[in-house]
């Protein structure tokens, strides 16, 4: 079973609809909750790090919130230059501290 | 500033040779990872070096060895690959490592790797 889920896998959109990305997790309680931005080919980029629930942040089109079991990326009025896979990974309290990784949403934005 | 380089951007080995694969940050991070990632696939944790000492190997084969020499460097050498080694490989750096807060990692634009 994952720990870390994201929904949906694929995301289309036109230009300017606006639309949220889930990410999920299986236990209670985080270190840290981490949104990555990752185009065909290239590193991940560093959206947010989100620590508690009811934390906000927020960059350009995009607002990543954080609940005790869920964290949603908003994006707002998105551009075809939002187009990439959007990858979460979570830190867990026990463990080996590694990041767990969810399988990403590929999120094509249409002109 | 919050890069890390890598090189090269691609390299083409065949299964006999040895080629290095580099990494460099200089943000003052303390932990540094090598991940691997095949395509439509997440990173997959392959070492993480704190301190400049290994701290978790992930299993990963003995013809992949790590090096760091200094805290802002980090080598990957390869040796006898595999054509199912074909990956990109990516570099990323946090300030600390399992200290307790969350660590947000850095990654750079990777190293894309083909074995023939």
């Known amino acids: 079973e994952d720990q870390v889920t994201q929904s949906p896998e694929a995301l289309r959109l036109q230009e300017g609809e606006s639309s949220s990305l889930n990410c999920s997790y299986t236990?209670?309680?985080?270190?840290?909750l981490f949104w990555y931005r990752q185009d065909p080919g290239k590193g991940p980029e560093f959206l947010f790090t989100?620590?508690?629930a009811g934390e906000e942040k927020e960059k350009e089109r995009l607002k990543a919130t954080l609940t005790k079991k869920e964290s949603f990326l908003h994006i707002t009025a998105p551009k075809p230059e939002d187009s990439a896979t959007y990858l979460c990974?979570?830190?867990?309290?026990?463990?080996?501290?590694?990041?767990?990784f969810g399988r990403g949403t590929s999120l094509i934005v249409h002109p | 500033d919050t890069e890390v380089t890598q090189t090269p951007k691609h390299l083409v080995m065949g299964m006999t040779n040895k080629k290095s694969l580099k990494c460099e940050q200089h943000m003052g991070h303390r932990a540094m990872y090598w991940y691997k990632q095949k395509a439509k696939k997440p990173p997959e944790l392959m070492f993480v070096?704190?301190?400049?000492?290994?701290?978790i190997n992930e299993s990963v084969p003995s013809r992949f060895s790590p090096e760091c020499p200094n805290s802002s460097l980090l080598n990957l050498h390869l040796h006898a690959l595999q054509p199912e080694d074909s990956a990109l490989y990516l570099c990323?750096?946090?300030?600390?490592f399992g200290t307790g807060g969350a660590d947000t990692q850095y990654f750079g634009p990777g190293t894309r790797l083909t074995v023939l």
């Open positions: 990323a750096s946090s300030l600390n």
């Open positions: 236990v209670s309680g985080l270190r840290g």
């Open positions: 990974a979570v830190q867990f309290p026990e463990g080996s501290y590694i990041p767990t």
């Open positions: 070096y704190s301190y400049e000492k290994l701290s």
């Open positions: 989100l620590y508690s």
